[in-house]
Protein backbone atom coordinates (compact mmCIF):
# COMPACT_ATOMS: atom_id res chain seq x y z
CA UNK A 1 0.00 0.00 0.00
CA UNK A 2 1.44 3.34 -0.69
CA UNK A 3 1.92 6.48 1.98
CA UNK A 4 -0.33 8.82 2.05
CA UNK A 5 0.07 11.74 -0.03
CA UNK A 6 2.08 14.74 2.64
CA UNK A 7 1.35 17.79 0.41
CA UNK A 8 -1.03 18.78 -2.29
CA UNK A 9 1.37 20.54 -4.43
CA UNK A 10 3.61 16.90 -5.76
CA UNK A 11 3.83 16.89 -9.20
CA UNK A 12 3.46 20.47 -9.55
CA UNK A 13 6.86 21.83 -10.05
CA UNK A 14 6.33 24.00 -7.00
CA UNK A 15 3.56 26.63 -9.10
CA UNK A 16 2.27 29.64 -7.41
CA UNK A 17 4.26 28.31 -4.19
CA UNK A 18 5.59 31.24 -2.03
CA UNK A 19 8.88 30.21 -0.60
CA UNK A 20 9.71 33.77 0.37
CA UNK A 21 9.51 37.56 1.16
CA UNK A 22 11.78 39.52 -1.05
CA UNK A 23 12.37 43.07 -1.83
CA UNK A 24 14.14 42.80 -5.16
CA UNK A 25 11.90 42.07 -7.63
CA UNK A 26 8.10 41.93 -8.19
CA UNK A 27 6.71 39.80 -11.55
CA UNK A 28 3.28 40.39 -12.18
CA UNK A 29 2.83 37.64 -14.85
CA UNK A 30 -0.46 38.52 -15.64
CA UNK A 31 0.12 41.83 -16.73
CA UNK A 32 3.26 41.35 -18.39
CA UNK A 33 5.23 44.10 -15.81
CA UNK A 34 8.36 43.39 -13.95
CA UNK A 35 10.11 45.79 -11.51
CA UNK A 36 13.12 45.50 -9.23
CA UNK A 37 12.02 47.26 -5.89
CA UNK A 38 9.35 49.54 -7.47
CA UNK A 39 11.29 50.77 -10.69
CA UNK A 40 9.69 49.52 -13.71
CA UNK A 41 12.60 47.51 -16.02
CA UNK A 42 11.02 49.63 -19.22
CA UNK A 43 12.66 52.69 -17.25
CA UNK A 44 15.76 51.25 -16.48
CA UNK A 45 16.53 49.12 -19.18
CA UNK A 46 17.28 52.29 -21.10
CA UNK A 47 18.30 54.63 -18.77
CA UNK A 48 20.19 52.60 -15.76
CA UNK A 49 23.72 51.17 -15.42
CA UNK A 50 24.00 47.82 -14.64
CA UNK A 51 25.99 49.11 -11.86
CA UNK A 52 23.30 51.40 -10.62
CA UNK A 53 20.78 48.00 -10.76
CA UNK A 54 23.61 46.54 -9.00
CA UNK A 55 23.32 49.31 -6.34
CA UNK A 56 19.40 48.64 -6.12
CA UNK A 57 19.47 45.65 -5.89
CA UNK A 58 21.78 45.06 -3.33
CA UNK A 59 21.51 48.30 -1.30
CA UNK A 60 17.39 48.57 -1.56
CA UNK A 61 17.74 51.86 -3.07
CA UNK A 62 19.42 54.01 -6.37
CA UNK A 63 22.70 55.39 -5.88
CA UNK A 64 23.67 58.56 -5.68
CA UNK A 65 26.51 60.04 -7.43
CA UNK A 66 29.24 59.39 -4.92
CA UNK A 67 27.48 56.20 -4.08
CA UNK A 68 27.90 55.09 -7.74
CA UNK A 69 30.90 56.87 -8.22
CA UNK A 70 32.02 54.13 -5.01
CA UNK A 71 30.54 50.73 -6.32
CA UNK A 72 32.06 51.37 -9.68
CA UNK A 73 35.72 51.76 -8.02
CA UNK A 74 35.39 48.68 -5.57
CA UNK A 75 33.78 46.93 -9.23
CA UNK A 76 36.93 47.88 -11.19
CA UNK A 77 39.54 46.84 -7.93
CA UNK A 78 37.64 43.33 -8.25
CA UNK A 79 38.35 42.11 -11.60
CA UNK A 80 41.48 40.68 -11.95
CA UNK A 81 41.45 36.87 -12.70
CA UNK A 82 43.84 35.27 -9.65
CA UNK A 83 46.79 33.54 -12.10
CA UNK A 84 46.12 29.99 -10.22
CA UNK A 85 42.46 29.80 -11.64
CA UNK A 86 43.71 31.07 -14.94
CA UNK A 87 46.20 28.03 -14.97
CA UNK A 88 42.79 25.87 -14.01
CA UNK A 89 41.32 26.98 -16.97
CA UNK A 90 43.63 26.12 -18.70
CA UNK A 91 44.08 22.87 -18.12
CA UNK A 92 40.50 21.90 -19.61
CA UNK A 93 39.45 20.85 -22.10
CA UNK A 94 38.42 23.74 -25.01
CA UNK A 95 35.15 21.55 -25.81
CA UNK A 96 34.34 22.11 -22.61
CA UNK A 97 30.82 24.35 -22.46
CA UNK A 98 31.49 27.63 -20.80
CA UNK A 99 28.99 27.66 -18.13
CA UNK A 100 30.61 23.81 -17.22
CA UNK A 101 34.02 26.40 -17.01
CA UNK A 102 32.05 29.38 -15.38
CA UNK A 103 30.62 26.81 -12.57
CA UNK A 104 34.22 25.37 -11.81
CA UNK A 105 36.15 28.25 -11.99
CA UNK A 106 33.56 30.34 -9.24
CA UNK A 107 33.84 27.28 -6.92
CA UNK A 108 37.49 27.16 -7.16
CA UNK A 109 38.05 31.18 -6.58
CA UNK A 110 36.55 30.27 -2.69
CA UNK A 111 39.69 27.98 -1.86
CA UNK A 112 41.72 31.94 -2.45
CA UNK A 113 38.79 34.06 -0.67
CA UNK A 114 40.15 34.92 2.92
CA UNK A 115 35.73 35.78 3.52
CA UNK A 116 35.05 32.82 2.06
CA UNK A 117 33.22 31.33 5.03
CA UNK A 118 32.43 34.44 6.80
CA UNK A 119 28.72 35.06 6.29
CA UNK A 120 28.18 38.14 7.97
CA UNK A 121 26.56 40.86 6.35
CA UNK A 122 29.97 42.78 5.10
CA UNK A 123 32.06 39.72 3.94
CA UNK A 124 28.91 38.75 1.89
CA UNK A 125 28.52 41.96 0.60
CA UNK A 126 32.48 42.50 -0.33
CA UNK A 127 31.88 38.62 -2.17
CA UNK A 128 28.94 39.98 -3.61
CA UNK A 129 31.45 42.61 -5.66
CA UNK A 130 33.92 40.51 -5.89
CA UNK A 131 31.95 37.63 -7.74
CA UNK A 132 30.06 40.29 -10.30
CA UNK A 133 33.60 41.58 -11.52
CA UNK A 134 35.11 38.70 -11.91
CA UNK A 135 32.63 36.85 -13.48
CA UNK A 136 32.90 38.72 -16.82
CA UNK A 137 36.96 38.53 -16.88
CA UNK A 138 36.20 34.44 -16.66
CA UNK A 139 33.94 34.19 -19.16
CA UNK A 140 36.12 36.62 -21.31
CA UNK A 141 39.21 34.81 -20.58
CA UNK A 142 37.96 31.82 -21.42
CA UNK A 143 36.84 32.64 -24.68
CA UNK A 144 40.18 33.88 -25.56
CA UNK A 145 41.85 30.81 -24.04
CA UNK A 146 39.43 28.42 -26.38
CA UNK A 147 40.40 30.12 -29.76
CA UNK A 148 43.83 30.52 -28.67
CA UNK A 149 44.07 34.23 -28.74
CA UNK A 150 46.00 36.13 -26.18
CA UNK A 151 44.35 36.75 -22.74
CA UNK A 152 43.09 40.82 -22.17
CA UNK A 153 43.29 41.73 -18.49
CA UNK A 154 40.54 44.17 -17.47
CA UNK A 155 41.03 47.79 -18.20
CA UNK A 156 40.25 49.98 -15.21
CA UNK A 157 39.39 52.99 -17.04
CA UNK A 158 36.25 51.31 -18.42
CA UNK A 159 33.15 50.39 -16.84
CA UNK A 160 31.55 46.95 -16.41
CA UNK A 161 29.69 46.69 -19.73
CA UNK A 162 32.29 47.81 -21.71
CA UNK A 163 35.49 46.34 -20.33
CA UNK A 164 33.48 42.58 -21.06
CA UNK A 165 33.32 43.72 -24.85
CA UNK A 166 37.05 44.70 -24.49
CA UNK A 167 38.36 41.97 -22.92
CA UNK A 168 36.56 39.26 -25.00
CA UNK A 169 36.79 41.17 -28.34
CA UNK A 170 39.94 42.60 -28.15
CA UNK A 171 38.93 46.18 -29.20
CA UNK A 172 37.37 49.02 -27.87
CA UNK A 173 33.51 48.70 -28.11
CA UNK A 174 30.88 51.56 -29.93
CA UNK A 175 28.71 53.17 -28.24
CA UNK A 176 25.55 51.09 -29.70
CA UNK A 177 27.18 47.87 -28.79
CA UNK A 178 27.53 48.82 -25.04
CA UNK A 179 24.18 50.49 -24.91
CA UNK A 180 22.30 47.18 -26.14
CA UNK A 181 24.48 44.94 -23.69
CA UNK A 182 23.81 47.40 -20.83
CA UNK A 183 19.80 47.18 -21.72
CA UNK A 184 20.60 42.92 -21.60
CA UNK A 185 22.44 43.03 -18.54
CA UNK A 186 19.55 45.42 -16.80
CA UNK A 187 16.92 43.46 -17.65
CA UNK A 188 18.18 39.66 -16.61
CA UNK A 189 19.31 40.84 -13.35
CA UNK A 190 16.70 39.32 -11.04
CA UNK A 191 13.30 37.41 -11.83
CA UNK A 192 11.02 36.65 -8.42
CA UNK A 193 12.05 33.22 -7.52
CA UNK A 194 13.17 32.05 -10.62
CA UNK A 195 15.24 28.23 -10.42
CA UNK A 196 18.50 29.28 -10.00
CA UNK A 197 17.97 32.01 -7.54
CA UNK A 198 15.71 29.74 -5.68
CA UNK A 199 18.55 26.84 -5.60
CA UNK A 200 20.94 29.47 -4.28
CA UNK A 201 18.69 30.78 -1.50
CA UNK A 202 18.44 26.74 -0.87
CA UNK A 203 22.19 26.73 -0.52
CA UNK A 204 22.26 29.76 1.88
CA UNK A 205 19.55 27.72 3.97
CA UNK A 206 21.37 25.83 5.40
CA UNK A 207 24.02 28.07 6.34
CA UNK A 208 26.66 27.57 3.60
CA UNK A 209 28.42 30.36 1.67
CA UNK A 210 28.19 32.58 -1.08
CA UNK A 211 30.61 30.57 -3.22
CA UNK A 212 28.30 27.71 -2.82
CA UNK A 213 25.02 29.29 -3.49
CA UNK A 214 26.24 30.85 -6.75
CA UNK A 215 28.13 27.65 -7.90
CA UNK A 216 24.73 25.63 -7.15
CA UNK A 217 23.24 28.83 -9.25
CA UNK A 218 25.41 28.83 -12.21
CA UNK A 219 24.55 25.42 -12.45
CA UNK A 220 20.53 25.55 -11.73
CA UNK A 221 20.68 28.38 -14.45
CA UNK A 222 22.59 25.98 -17.40
CA UNK A 223 19.40 23.90 -17.75
CA UNK A 224 17.77 25.09 -21.58
CA UNK A 225 14.38 24.96 -19.57
CA UNK A 226 15.72 27.71 -17.75
CA UNK A 227 19.27 30.32 -18.75
CA UNK A 228 20.16 27.70 -21.09
CA UNK A 229 16.75 28.42 -23.26
CA UNK A 230 19.09 31.25 -24.94
CA UNK A 231 21.80 29.20 -26.60
CA UNK A 232 18.81 26.82 -27.46
CA UNK A 233 17.02 29.47 -29.35
CA UNK A 234 19.39 30.24 -31.38
CA UNK A 235 19.99 26.64 -32.28
CA UNK A 236 16.60 26.72 -33.55
CA UNK A 237 17.05 30.02 -35.43
CA UNK A 238 19.95 28.77 -37.11
CA UNK A 239 18.15 25.39 -38.36
CA UNK A 240 15.71 27.27 -39.71
CA UNK A 241 18.37 28.85 -41.87
CA UNK A 242 16.49 31.45 -43.59
CA UNK A 243 13.10 32.93 -43.42
CA UNK A 244 11.50 31.14 -46.25
CA UNK A 245 11.94 28.33 -44.20
CA UNK A 246 9.92 29.43 -41.25
CA UNK A 247 6.88 28.10 -41.97
CA UNK A 248 7.77 24.44 -43.26
CA UNK A 249 9.86 23.99 -39.77
CA UNK A 250 6.81 25.63 -37.52
CA UNK A 251 4.50 22.86 -39.69
CA UNK A 252 7.27 20.23 -38.41
CA UNK A 253 7.84 21.86 -35.00
CA UNK A 254 3.41 21.61 -34.41
CA UNK A 255 3.18 17.99 -36.11
CA UNK A 256 6.54 16.30 -33.78
CA UNK A 257 4.96 18.22 -30.74
CA UNK A 258 8.63 19.51 -30.63
CA UNK A 259 8.98 22.50 -27.57
CA UNK A 260 10.17 25.96 -29.00
CA UNK A 261 13.38 27.27 -26.76
CA UNK A 262 12.65 30.52 -25.67
CA UNK A 263 8.52 30.44 -26.11
CA UNK A 264 6.68 29.95 -22.84
CA UNK A 265 7.26 30.69 -18.92
CA UNK A 266 6.14 29.54 -15.37
CA UNK A 267 4.69 33.05 -14.59
CA UNK A 268 3.93 35.39 -17.81
CA UNK A 269 0.67 34.08 -19.17
CA UNK A 270 1.32 37.07 -21.50
CA UNK A 271 3.99 39.20 -23.06
CA UNK A 272 7.42 38.78 -21.27
CA UNK A 273 8.07 42.80 -20.98
CA UNK A 274 12.08 42.01 -21.23
CA UNK A 275 11.08 40.46 -24.32
CA UNK A 276 9.41 43.46 -25.34
CA UNK A 277 12.32 45.14 -24.71
CA UNK A 278 14.89 42.87 -26.36
CA UNK A 279 13.02 42.72 -29.41
CA UNK A 280 13.72 46.34 -30.09
CA UNK A 281 17.42 45.61 -29.36
CA UNK A 282 17.69 42.61 -31.52
CA UNK A 283 15.97 44.79 -34.25
CA UNK A 284 18.23 48.37 -33.94
CA UNK A 285 21.16 45.89 -33.73
CA UNK A 286 20.48 43.48 -37.12
CA UNK A 287 19.90 46.74 -39.03
CA UNK A 288 23.10 48.60 -38.00
CA UNK A 289 24.86 45.42 -38.81
CA UNK A 290 23.42 45.56 -42.55
CA UNK A 291 21.70 42.24 -42.31
CA UNK A 292 18.11 41.27 -40.52
CA UNK A 293 18.27 37.62 -41.24
CA UNK A 294 18.04 36.22 -37.70
CA UNK A 295 15.52 38.85 -36.41
CA UNK A 296 13.70 38.07 -39.16
CA UNK A 297 13.52 34.39 -38.75
CA UNK A 298 12.21 34.72 -35.07
CA UNK A 299 9.49 37.79 -35.88
CA UNK A 300 8.08 34.97 -38.44
CA UNK A 301 8.29 32.28 -35.90
CA UNK A 302 6.46 34.17 -33.38
CA UNK A 303 4.15 35.39 -35.57
CA UNK A 304 3.59 31.64 -36.95
CA UNK A 305 2.65 30.65 -32.44
CA UNK A 306 0.72 33.92 -31.75
CA UNK A 307 -1.29 33.00 -35.04
CA UNK A 308 -1.71 28.97 -34.03
CA UNK A 309 -4.26 27.86 -31.85
CA UNK A 310 -1.95 25.95 -29.54
CA UNK A 311 0.08 28.77 -28.45
CA UNK A 312 -2.83 30.76 -28.07
CA UNK A 313 -4.69 28.40 -25.58
CA UNK A 314 -1.71 27.47 -23.65
CA UNK A 315 -0.60 31.66 -23.46
CA UNK A 316 2.69 30.51 -24.79
CA UNK A 317 4.73 34.04 -25.85
CA UNK A 318 8.32 34.93 -26.16
CA UNK A 319 10.53 34.85 -23.34
CA UNK A 320 13.49 36.94 -22.11
CA UNK A 321 16.00 33.92 -23.56
CA UNK A 322 14.21 34.33 -27.65
CA UNK A 323 15.20 37.96 -28.45
CA UNK A 324 17.82 38.26 -26.51
CA UNK A 325 19.66 35.56 -28.46
CA UNK A 326 20.13 37.43 -31.47
CA UNK A 327 20.82 40.57 -29.56
CA UNK A 328 23.74 38.52 -27.96
CA UNK A 329 24.43 36.72 -31.48
CA UNK A 330 24.52 40.98 -33.19
CA UNK A 331 26.77 41.50 -30.40
CA UNK A 332 29.52 38.79 -31.41
CA UNK A 333 28.76 36.71 -29.37
CA UNK A 334 29.06 32.59 -29.48
CA UNK A 335 26.01 30.56 -29.08
CA UNK A 336 27.24 28.85 -26.43
CA UNK A 337 28.67 31.81 -24.58
CA UNK A 338 24.83 33.46 -24.23
CA UNK A 339 23.98 31.82 -20.95
CA UNK A 340 27.39 32.43 -19.01
CA UNK A 341 26.67 36.14 -20.42
CA UNK A 342 22.87 35.68 -18.69
CA UNK A 343 24.62 34.59 -15.36
CA UNK A 344 26.58 37.50 -15.46
CA UNK A 345 24.03 39.55 -15.29
CA UNK A 346 21.78 36.99 -12.54
CA UNK A 347 25.19 37.14 -10.37
CA UNK A 348 23.55 40.65 -8.86
CA UNK A 349 20.06 39.27 -8.61
CA UNK A 350 21.53 36.06 -6.85
CA UNK A 351 23.34 37.79 -4.45
CA UNK A 352 21.12 39.93 -3.43
CA UNK A 353 18.55 36.93 -2.56
CA UNK A 354 21.56 35.07 -0.97
CA UNK A 355 22.00 38.55 1.52
CA UNK A 356 18.38 38.79 2.12
CA UNK A 357 17.87 35.20 2.99
CA UNK A 358 20.69 35.67 5.44
CA UNK A 359 18.35 38.35 6.93
CA UNK A 360 15.73 35.72 7.71
CA UNK A 361 17.18 32.59 7.22
CA UNK A 362 15.15 29.76 7.83
CA UNK A 363 16.12 26.26 7.01
CA UNK A 364 14.23 25.65 3.42
CA UNK A 365 13.62 21.89 3.31
CA UNK A 366 10.05 21.00 1.53
CA UNK A 367 8.89 17.48 1.69
CA UNK A 368 8.21 14.78 -0.75
CA UNK A 369 5.26 12.33 -1.32
CA UNK A 370 6.86 8.74 -0.96
CA UNK A 371 5.19 6.62 -3.44
CA UNK A 372 7.01 3.47 -3.28
CA UNK A 373 6.37 0.09 -1.42
CA UNK A 374 6.90 -0.39 2.10
CA UNK A 375 7.59 -2.81 4.74
CA UNK A 376 9.84 -5.19 2.21
CA UNK A 377 11.17 -8.48 3.97
CA UNK A 378 14.75 -8.52 3.57
CA UNK A 379 15.88 -10.49 0.79
CA UNK A 380 19.77 -11.99 0.55
CA UNK A 381 21.65 -11.31 -2.31
CA UNK A 382 21.72 -15.16 -3.35
CA UNK A 383 17.93 -14.94 -3.57
CA UNK A 384 17.37 -12.18 -5.49
CA UNK A 385 16.08 -12.40 -9.13
C1 LIG B 1 9.57 27.77 -19.56
C2 LIG B 1 8.88 26.43 -19.40
C3 LIG B 1 9.88 25.40 -18.86
C4 LIG B 1 7.71 26.61 -18.42
O1 LIG B 1 7.24 25.36 -18.10
P1 LIG B 1 5.92 25.08 -17.24
O2 LIG B 1 5.46 26.29 -16.56
O3 LIG B 1 6.20 23.89 -16.41
O4 LIG B 1 4.86 24.75 -18.34
P2 LIG B 1 4.54 23.32 -18.94
O5 LIG B 1 5.78 22.60 -19.30
O6 LIG B 1 3.58 22.64 -17.99
O7 LIG B 1 3.77 23.72 -20.27
C5 LIG B 1 2.37 24.05 -20.33
C6 LIG B 1 1.86 23.61 -21.70
O8 LIG B 1 2.46 24.44 -22.70
C7 LIG B 1 3.26 23.63 -23.59
N1 LIG B 1 4.52 24.35 -23.82
C8 LIG B 1 5.23 25.04 -22.89
N2 LIG B 1 6.30 25.61 -23.46
C9 LIG B 1 6.26 25.27 -24.75
C10 LIG B 1 7.11 25.56 -25.85
N3 LIG B 1 8.21 26.29 -25.70
N4 LIG B 1 6.81 25.05 -27.06
C11 LIG B 1 5.69 24.29 -27.22
N5 LIG B 1 4.85 23.97 -26.22
C12 LIG B 1 5.13 24.46 -25.00
C13 LIG B 1 3.50 22.33 -22.86
O9 LIG B 1 3.71 21.27 -23.78
C14 LIG B 1 2.22 22.17 -22.08
O10 LIG B 1 1.23 21.70 -22.93
P3 LIG B 1 0.11 20.66 -22.35
O11 LIG B 1 -0.69 21.47 -21.37
O12 LIG B 1 -0.65 20.22 -23.55
O13 LIG B 1 0.87 19.54 -21.71
C15 LIG B 1 8.32 25.95 -20.78
O14 LIG B 1 7.47 26.93 -21.32
C16 LIG B 1 9.45 25.63 -21.75
O15 LIG B 1 9.97 24.50 -21.75
N6 LIG B 1 9.84 26.61 -22.62
C17 LIG B 1 10.95 26.41 -23.50
C18 LIG B 1 12.25 26.61 -22.74
C19 LIG B 1 12.49 28.07 -22.37
O16 LIG B 1 12.33 28.96 -23.19
N7 LIG B 1 12.90 28.30 -21.13
C20 LIG B 1 13.26 29.63 -20.65
C21 LIG B 1 12.26 30.15 -19.69
S1 LIG B 1 12.60 31.83 -19.25
Known sequence: MSSKPETASADTGL?????????????????????????????????ASFE??????????????????????????????????????????????????LRTAVSALSAFDPDADDNGPEANLKKAHRLTAVIPTIIAT??????????????????????????????EPDETAVKALESYLVLLADHGMNASTFSSRVTTSTLSDMYSAVTTAIGTLKGPAHGGANQKAMETFREIGSPENVDAWFEGAIANK????????RVYKTMDPRATVLREDAKALSLTNGGSKWFDIAERLEQKTREHPYFIERNLYPNVDYFSAIVLYELGIPDDQFTPLFAMSRVIGWTAHIMEQWENNRLIRPRAEYVGPEDQPWLPLEERG
Not at 15 to 24: D, L, M, N, S, V
Not at 31 to 45: P, S, W
Not at 258 to 265: F, L, N, V
Open 15 to 47: EGIIIARTQKSKVDGLIGKLQYHGYNVFDLAPK
Open 52 to 101: EVAYLLWYNKLPNQSELDGLKASLRLDRQLRPEIIELMKVLPRTAHPMAV
Open 142 to 171: WERIRIDKPILFPQKTLDHTENFLFMINGA
Open 258 to 265: RRIAGIGH
